[in-house]
């Protein structure tokens, strides 16, 4: 009954727009005072702090400090003449570099909103140029953006780790094979679309002349630095040089380095807004995370991971119809909620639930942030929707609406991906 109420008033606090990290306080504070749930503010306040005191949680300002740098150092640009050069050419070519370009940039920033703000704001304006319609161009990088949460290094894998108890260097090893999938699909429908709406290919063969005109060697030479850092970063982890943490810090340093002295696109006067807007994308995450710490625990100790877990089981014990009502419940979770939030909030619920019936922890990770990232385009809190929107002016209604062929190609990739679950735990 306690945890009932709690989600009535949870659901309240966010109907009248207060933001989440506040909602989830807030509704904290209310069990502490209005049910029987066995927390004081105390509790409250202690926990909110101890929640932060993690040392895999250091990886998350870090890593936006990186992405930041590499934003600004304009990697996205050569990852995407990198991949014009190989692609740009063929039916849906230049989508498809653009999809590969929020990959690789997702490899590097750990964030949707981020690489939507960063490859978007360069490729939205070349696909429009191109003859590309508008409401496709941003639907598709608005979408495309999600690699950002699936392909490592990913802030919602670190936040799964932490809550989990998994590590998180298994995470990222096992988002590897689905953010690649996930692409895959996304360029699949694009190359249908391309097909059956044609293109412009006098204009485009003009682009890819101009992009092209320096030769592979040069091309390859100016984008290397930017490729390789994936490789640095999950190479550190896989081989066990360096922790998630430790591959944070080498990435800013690297970026830094990569920025500064080798493509000279950041210089002093750079360095203050770029710590000034990676503090504003680090605090409001880092409220969520503690504020969603808290509101687990609450839940927690309202007994709801048993309950729900107790009730799940008794409606069915086939496998895969308990994933998919999971999957399921996480779709309209992530059409609402914040993803971190989320994340905090559903591990401790759904966890018992999954591991009764068999399946991997690692690969539950990988199906839960895939099935929220449905949720970085999805109204009316998507995110990556919100920051396509203020690129191209399009309302977030008609970029949802475009963006619905590429959610259905992104549910084909999370259904291969929870059925075969080799896709996640091939490396591992």
């Known amino acids: 009954m306690s945890a009932g109420v709690i989600f009535i008033v949870l659901i309240i606090f966010l109907a009248i ?57 304009g990697m996205s640009e050569r990852l995407f003449n990198v991949f014009i050069f190989f692609v740009g050419k063929r039916t849906g070519g230049v989508p498809a570099a653009a999809i590969l370009t929020c990959l690789f940039f997702g490899a590097i920033s750990g964030s949707g909103p981020a690489t939507v703000a960063a490859v978007g704001a360069m490729v939205i304006p070349i696909l429009i140029k191109l003859g590309y319609d508008k409401g496709f161009s941003t639907a598709m990088i608005a979408t495309a953006g999600g690699l950002g949460v699936i392909i490592p290094p990913s802030i919602p894998f670190i936040v799964f780790g932490m ?7 298994d995470l990222f090893i096992a988002g590897i094979l689905p953010g690649i999938l996930i ?16 293109e412009d290919k006098e204009k485009i063969n003009e682009v890819y002349n101009e992009i092209t005109k320096d030769g592979i060697l040069k091309i390859f030479s100016r984008g290397f630095f930017a490729l390789l850092t994936p490789v640095i970063i999950l190479g550190g982890i896989y081989s066990g040089i360096v922790t998630p943490t430790e591959a944070a810090v080498v990435a800013v340093i690297y970026g830094l380095i990569v ?75 992530g059409m609402f909620m914040e993803t971190l939030a ?7 619920i759904f966890m018992p639930v999954v591991t009764t019936v068999g399946f991997d922890p ?17 109204p009316p809190v998507g995110m990556n929707l919100f920051v396509a929107s203020g690129l191209t ?27 075969i679950p080799q896709i996640s735990l091939f490396f591992l």
Do not use: W
């Open 183 to 198: 692409a895959l699909c996304l360029i699949g429908y694009t190359y249908f679309y391309c097909r059956g709406k044609g």
């Open 163 to 169: 809550s989990a108890g998994q590590s998180v260097g």
């Open 259 to 333: 920025s500064i002295f080798i493509y000279k696109t950041i210089h002093r006067q750079n360095f203050i807004p770029i710590i000034i807007e990676s503090v504003k994308v680090t605090v409001p995450a880092l409220f969520v995370v503690s504020a969603a710490t808290v509101f687990g625990r609450v839940l927690t100790l309202a007994r709801l991971p048993q309950s729900v877990s107790e009730f799940m089981v008794s409606l069915t014990e086939n496998p895969a119809l308990i994933i998919l009502i999971v999957i399921l419940i996480l779709l309209i979770v």
């Open 17 to 73: 727009a207060i933001p989440i990290g506040v909602s989830l306080g807030l509704t904290s504070v209310f069990a502490a005072f209005f049910t029987d749930v066995p927390i004081n503010v105390e509790y409250i306040v202690r926990s909110m702090a101890t929640a932060l005191d993690s040392y895999p949680l250091l990886a998350i300002p870090l890593f936006i400090f990186a992405g930041t740098i590499m934003a600004k150092g």
């Open 362 to 378: 690692i690969h539950f990770g990988v199906i839960m942030i895939v099935a929220l990232a449905i949720g970085f385009v999805t």
């Open 342 to 348: 989320a994340i905090l909030i559903l591990t401790p």
């Open 393 to 419: 002016n399009l309302s977030i209604m008609e970029i949802g609406k475009r963006a619905i062929p590429f959610i259905v190609a992104f549910l084909v990739a999370l259904l291969l991906i929870t059925f």
